[in-house]
């Protein structure tokens, strides 16, 4: 009987922001820009942000669950990218289970990776007011001899990039990988490894990358020490931005929730959704993927006075413990099969972490010039302080795909 030897998969996300609406279905007869995919790769890809939607909100309510009184920060696109991947490598039971757990099972393994090929190649940009980088790199023993179908596979759909590897040295690869990661986040992430099993033959490392400008900025003359009401404590001095402008915004009843939508360059928005008073709960248990619907009928253009927390938070899970509350074990299991990777040796995937950072101020890329003033409508201006504990999405618009979600729940990091 082969021996089971270690897959490491770490995952890390980093949103720069210095400074979800549910989309139609995209029309059968339009064509991808410079692509040969016909409109139902593009119908997939629109298929697959849905479920990446609802897999967000299922990993945050557990997230959540776990972590009462902290930050959380994570991006579903990342975790779901990276084990989308895997399943290029997974047969049996332990793809069922990874298909269900990440809501991919009424889709077939050609339109899930076509699609994700096509979202991939759709948010991966960068432009003089947004860099979005999201990206996968296999570190593999020299002795594994992985399956070329699976290294070829992993390339042409994720772009993954290939490094050999000597896992007899583990402190070495840990700083590789490690070193890796912070040049591909431009050292915002430095240590997403902290140790390396004995036994570990490969290690799947997905990173994302996001920087952007919001479209209207805010001036940080008006920025000023205020207090944030954190739930059962003293509130916290935080520096709280201030812009007011045309902003959509909205009032859902049901969840006692404020909803704004504020815009970033380049077809990219962030959700702040506000609840009531000792509602936070509520809300967090209320999401949903239909509520996006709920709330773009609620939307609304209004003249808004926005004051909200500069902060600076990071999140670090470690995704094998929640993800078997997902239903997703065999892949962490000795028994698992991902013997699409390599027929000479049985693997299990040892360890998953995921570790996320957000940074959020006034003006989005270091050095970015002003924004022109918006003009205005004379009416009195609608008041949202986020001066208590809120939650935080950021989304591409034309599908929509989810890329970030957190809960600030202390913008200090206390």
Known sequence: MNPTLGLGLFLAGLLAVKGLQQAKAPPRNQKTPNHSQDWRNKEMAWVLAQHNLNFGFKLFQKLAAHNPGKNIFFSPLSIS???????????????????????????????????????????????????????????????????TRFLRQAKSVYNADTVLTNFKSLDDTQRQINSYISQKTQG?????????????????????????????????????????????????????????????????????????????????????????????????????????????????KRVVDVHLPRLHISGAHNLKKVLSGLGISKVFEEHGDLSRISSHRSLKVGEAIHKAELKLDEKGTEGSAGTGAQTLPMENPEIIKMNKSFLFMLYENSMPSMIFLARVYDPSGK
């Open 81 to 147: 990218t990276a084990f989308s991947m895997l399943c290029l490598g997974a047969q049996n039971a332990t793809l069922a289970e990874i298909k269900k757990g990440f809501d991919f099972q009424d889709m077939s393994d050609r339109d899930l990776h076509l699609a994700f090929h096509y979202l991939l190649r759709r948010l991966n940009k960068k432009t003089q007011d947004l860099q979005l980088e999201l990206g996968n790199t296999l570190f593999i023993d020299e002795k594994l001899k992985p399956r």
């Open 188 to 300: 915002r992430i430095r240590n997403l490894i902290r140790n390396i099993d004995p036994g570990t033959v490969m290690i799947l490392a997905n990173y994302i990358f996001f920087r952007a400008r919001w479209k209207y900025e805010f001036d940080p003359k008006e920025t000023k020490q205020e207090d944030f009401f954190v739930e059962g404590k003293k509130p916290v001095k935080v520096p709280m931005m201030f812009h007011g402008g045309m902003y959509d915004m909205a009032y859902d009843k049901k969840l006692a929730c404020t909803i704004l939508e504020m815009p970033y360059k380049d077809n990219i928005t962030a959700t702040f959704i506000l609840p009531d008073d000792g509602k936070l709960q509520l809300l967090e248990q209320g999401l949903q993927v239909h509520i996006f619907a709920k709330w773009k009928s609620l939307l609304s």
